[in-house]
C-alpha cells in the first residue's frame, strides 16, 4: 500500500506560480505522474519523471511546468510558472506499482483574477 499526498494548491492570478507537492508513504522507485481534471473534463496526464529523473510533459503545460522528485524524501514537485485559467484543475499525483495505481486525494489550482 502507498498512499499518496498532494498539498500546495490554491489561488494565483494569471501569469503567477505553484509548486505542489506529493509525498509518498514508502520509498517509491517507479514513474510517478501529475495528473490533473478540471470539472466536466476528463482526467489528462500533465507530466511524467521516471525512477532516473527522465521527464515528460504534456503539450500545454511544456516550458512552463517542470516536474522533478526528492527520492530521499519520498516527494515529487510539480513547479507551475506562467499560469493560466486554463490551467485551473485538481491535480492529482499518482504511482503505478505492479497492478495497483495509488492516487491521492487532489489538490485544488484556481487560475483567475
Known amino acids: 500500500q502507498v498512499q499518496l499526498v498532494e498539498s500546495g494548491g490554491g489561488l494565483v492570478q494569471p501569469g503567477g506560480s505553484l509548486r505542489l507537492s506529493c509525498a509518498a508513504s514508502?520509498?517509491?522507485?517507479?514513474?510517478m505522474d501529475w495528473y490533473r481534471q478540471a470539472p466536466g473534463k476528463q482526467r489528462e496526464l500533465v507530466a511524467t519523471?521516471?525512477?532516473?529523473?527522465?521527464?515528460n510533459y504534456a503539450a500545454p503545460v511544456k516550458g512552463r511546468f517542470t516536474i522533478s522528485r526528492d527520492s530521499d524524501k519520498n516527494t515529487v514537485y510539480l513547479q507551475m510558472n506562467s499560469l493560466k485559467p486554463e490551467d485551473t484543475a485538481v491535480y492529482l499525483c499518482?504511482?503505478?506499482?505492479?497492478?495497483?495505481?495509488?492516487w491521492g486525494q487532489g489538490t485544488q489550482v484556481t487560475v483567475s483574477s
Open positions: 514508502t520509498s517509491t522507485f517507479e514513474t
Open positions: 499518482h504511482l503505478k506499482r505492479g497492478w495497483m495505481d495509488y
Open positions: 519523471v521516471s525512477s532516473g529523473g527522465g521527464t
